[in-house]
């Protein structure tokens, strides 16, 4: 409603460029905090209940029904992803989890990124462990930052972020007794890894497989 109203009143105001750029910053900031008070809500509502799946399936589920956001068909970012996990390991990641994770840190990844490069996501077994990684080749984080990145309301992209993707990311791992790891160079890149448990028998109570991507 905020937005309709903005858009009613910018077309009874002068078609001046200052009073544009106003209504422009005016909205932005609308829709930064309508997406904080989303993902709020979205934390709030995350229980300890866990939901052991395939993560491997998870991902390549995800990554198959997420069409490209502007950003990475602009920049022409390559997406790529590869797993070292055989067969079905499930994890105490939901779906509902795993869609979470990777929407934040590929969002994240594709902001620092520049043109024509390149994000991976691998999956591996290491230890009972599953870890995933989102490494992108973009900007980098400031060394005095990378402790600061996981708070809520903390962003390096004033005007952009919302500052709680990272933390949701941390707020699930722990739940599912996991944790979440920064690495980050200036101009080489940042590697987000996230660590949970792996069984390679599927636990009372898993989520089936419904469908196959490959199939």
Known sequence: Q????????????????????????????????SSIAIQVKSLNQQNNNSTWTDLSFSIEEFLQNQSP???????????????????SFYTPLSRLDVSRI?????????????????IRITLKNENNFAVLSVEDQGC????????????????????VGTGLGLSIVRHICELRDGRVELKSEINRGTQVTIRVPLNEKKPLGGENVLSNPHG
Do not use: C, W
């Open 102 to 118: 990777l929407q934040n840190l590929l969002q994240n990844a594709v902001q620092a990124s520049s043109m024509n490069s390149e």
């Open 69 to 87: 956001s502007p950003d990475i068909l602009q920049k022409k970012i390559r997406i790529i992803f590869k797993s070292e996990i055989l067969g």
């Open 140 to 159: 980098g984080i400031p060394n005095h930052q990378h402790e600061k990145i996981f708070e809520p309301d903390f962003t390096t992209k004033y005007g």
């Open 2 to 33: 905020l937005q309709m109203g903005l858009a009613s009143l910018e077309h009874l105001l002068p078609k001046a460029p200052q009073i544009h750029d106003i209504f422009n910053g005016i909205e932005k900031s609308i829709k930064r905090v």
